[in-house]
């Protein structure tokens, strides 16, 4: 009888070891695909959204207006004298404390504070979690720009566009134009910080293409002259 106990308790190890490593990978590459491209999923046109109050930077001209979607939660406790889960909804999608904004944002609509004229920042489907706005920038070249953080591509393919996928490096104007992708195809930024006319930043990349992101893989650094007209990342090793 002691020998079954150990026998079914070894049995429960190997199977809940099991089940951790079956976590799914960040990334989850097409079979075959050496090089992957990626596939910018549209904005799908049925999908239900709201949008928060415009929010305005100090010394800009334009109204961003976060749009998401009605969150509901599970607040875990019942009604009462029901077997009813108590749900709660929220329709607040982001949070501003300038100069930032965070929040499960899928796009961001641009007003010139004169004008009713309403434009989105893309056609692609996103969920973006902060922009910021380079004030000290704007201060001393009078240059106003954005830096998004947001997911782009459902990169584990579970049907959702969240922290479970890669994160991506954007930058904008201050009225959402030319909105360029800095991070490379299928890199995971890691962080970012501008100093005087620069933005810096590192990404790692997978390079054994197993889905996921550890010590065996690459860390690349890059900077972006944000003065110049097209916004092109340069690669750069401090450790040499």
Not at 191 to 216: A, C, H, M, P, T
């Amino acid at each position: 009888m002691k020998s079954y106990i150990v026998l079914l308790t070894v049995s429960l190890a190997v199977f809940t070891s099991c089940e951790e490593k079956a976590e799914k990978p960040k990334v989850i590459y097409e079979a075959e695909q050496k090089t992957p491209e990626v596939s910018y999923q549209k904005i799908d046109s049925t999908e239900i959204n709201i949008a928060d109050l415009p929010i305005k930077f100090n010394g800009t001209n334009y109204l961003i207006h976060p749009v998401g979607n009605v969150r509901i939660y599970n607040t875990g406790s019942t009604r009462s004298g029901s077997s009813k889960v108590n749900n709660q909804v929220s329709y607040k999608i982001s949070n501003y404390s300038t100069p930032e904004i965070t929040g499960f944002i899928t796009n961001i609509m641009f007003q010139h504070k004169d004008s009713l004229d309403l434009r989105p920042l893309t056609t692609n489907k996103m969920q973006i979690s902060s922009i910021n706005y380079l004030d000290e920038l704007a201060l001393k070249t009078n240059k106003q720009l954005l830096v998004y953080t947001l997911v782009d591509v459902d990169t584990n393919k579970d049907g959702r566009y969240d922290d479970n996928d890669i994160k991506t490096l954007y930058l904008s104007n201050i009225n959402g134009t030319k909105f360029t992708k800095l991070t490379p195809t299928y890199h995971e930024l890691l962080d970012w910080q501008v100093i005087d006319d620069k933005l810096y930043f590192r990404s790692i990349e997978d390079i054994n293409k197993n889905g996921e992101f550890d010590s065996e893989d690459a860390v690349h650094y890059s900077f972006v002259n944000l003065l110049r007209d097209q916004w092109k990342p340069e690669a750069y090793n401090p450790l040499k």
